[in-house]
């Protein structure tokens, strides 16, 4: 069974992870896998990515022909674009339903699976050390704070040390991300710097 310190720590990355990730991206991500299962709704879901696509192509088909020279080209494209419009929406209709029904489910699930159990450990554990710190370290009030609500005093309770972890993983989420940050503004500092020599050559070029 592995240590409720470590436990507590990747659920609250979890916690973390899914925060960041938002309810509106993991209920498409998980909406699109569910489809792809032998579903009821994996035949409408599939018919519905397919007219996007279509809808996705007439489009620049579209912006691509002159509706003044090429009009009947145009025009056809247009009666195309209509229809698969309407079967799209029409789709879109029928899974509506289905769909509000799938993330209130995952909503419901989501807290339950990260929420809810959070609660229930520090209940279920809220008399249990996680660990203890040597006598006489610290001061006796200290003690008592980290070892609220009902603690052995002189040890950390989960409450403190699911405080803890989530300081950790806040901390290490804004490292990454400012890594990321960094790493990407120095790919477009170096595209930027690829391609002015290019435009100096050109520019020579035309002079001579």
Known sequence: MPSLLIVVFALQLIIHVVSKLGATTLNNTLWDFYNRLPTSTAKGAQEQRRLRRELVRIRQEMN??????????????????????????????????????????????????????????????????????????????????????????????????WLACAAVVQLLGELVMAVWSLQSEEGQVSEKKKQQPMKVGQGAKKEL
């Open 64 to 161: 691509n022909t002159s509706s003044q020279d090429e009009f009947a080209k145009w025009a056809k494209l247009r009666r195309q674009h209509d229809k698969f419009q309407a079967e799209l929406e029409k789709t879109s209709e029928s899974l509506k339903s289905t769909r509000s029904m799938f993330d209130s489910s995952v909503m419901v699930l989501r807290l339950l699976s990260t929420t809810g159990l959070r609660f229930l450990l520090q209940f279920w554990f809220a008399k249990q050390p996680m660990f203890w710190l040597p006598r006489g370290w610290l001061p006796w009030y200290i003690e008592y704070i980290l070892a609220f609500p009902k603690a052995p005093r002189g040890s950390i309770s989960v409450q403190v040390w």
